[in-house]
Nanobody, 117 residues
Framework: QVQLVESAGGLVQPGGSLRLSCTASGSAFSRYDMGWYRQAPGKQRDLVASITRSGITNYADSVKGRFTISRDNTKNTVYLQMNSLKPEDTAVYYC???????????WGQGTQVTVSS
């Protein structure tokens, strides 16, 4: 099992940038694939970006070219750099860790990101 703590989100103007971080504790971080998901009010939770333990990334079409996911295994941390933010990016963002062998997954507590002028 891994415990995930996300950094605070915030209020950002359209076109602005924000970086989220998610730090894991409790188990070997390098054994986990990591992902960022988001959930807007009244909508399902969707994948934003993912990164395997070897660094292979994947992005939702809606964020390609604007968001970048990365990880630092020495700090047990995964990041989501969000640029050129749009109002439709407003959501609660969740970090997810999936164990590569047993498939167990854990979620962070979620952090609110609001894009508005």
């Amino acid at each position: 099992q891994v415990q995930l703590v996300e950094s605070a989100g915030g209020l950002v103007q359209p076109g602005g940038s924000l970086r989220l971080s998610c730090t894991a504790s409790g188990s070997a971080f390098s054994r986990y694939d990591m992902g960022w998901y988001r959930q807007a009010p009244g909508k399902q939770r969707d994948l934003v970006a993912s990164i395997t333990r070897s660094g292979i990334t994947n992005y939702a079409d809606s964020v390609k070219g604007r968001f970048t996911i990365s990880r630092d295994n020495t700090k047990n941390t995964v990041y989501l750099q969000m640029n050129s933010l749009k109002p439709e990016d407003t959501a609660v963002y969740y970090c997810k860790a999936t164990h590569v062998i047993i498939g167990r997954f854990d979620w962070g507590q979620g952090t609110q990101v609001t894009v508005s002028s």
